[in-house]
């Protein structure tokens, strides 16, 4: 999956069940993956556990069905990726 490596991904519902097993596959791919639930506690879980393989990833629990929400979780990771890689 070296198509992955360097790419981000934002996967919505990744707190649990299909989105969160989505979240894995990308991060096994090398994708920096952006963890997005509605459920704060869920996507802090699977923050872990994805950093627990050594992968950077970005936590942001809100509401995608919130358009103040979507805003806030585009902006945060792009900040840190723009640090992290210049």
Avoid: Q, Y
């Avoid at 869920?42 to 979507?70: K, M, P, Q, W, Y």
């Amino acid at each position: 999956m070296k198509r992955l490596e360097g790419k981000v991904a934002t996967v919505t519902g990744s707190g649990g069940g299909i989105g969160k097993a989505i979240a894995f596959k990308l991060t096994v791919g090398r994708a920096r993956v952006r963890i997005n639930d509605f459920d704060a506690k869920a996507v802090e879980a699977t923050t872990n556990e994805i950093r627990a393989l050594a992968r950077e990833d970005f936590a942001c629990a809100g509401d995608v069905t919130l358009s103040t929400s979507v805003i806030v979780a585009w902006l945060r990771p792009w900040r840190h990726l723009a640090r992290s890689t210049s």
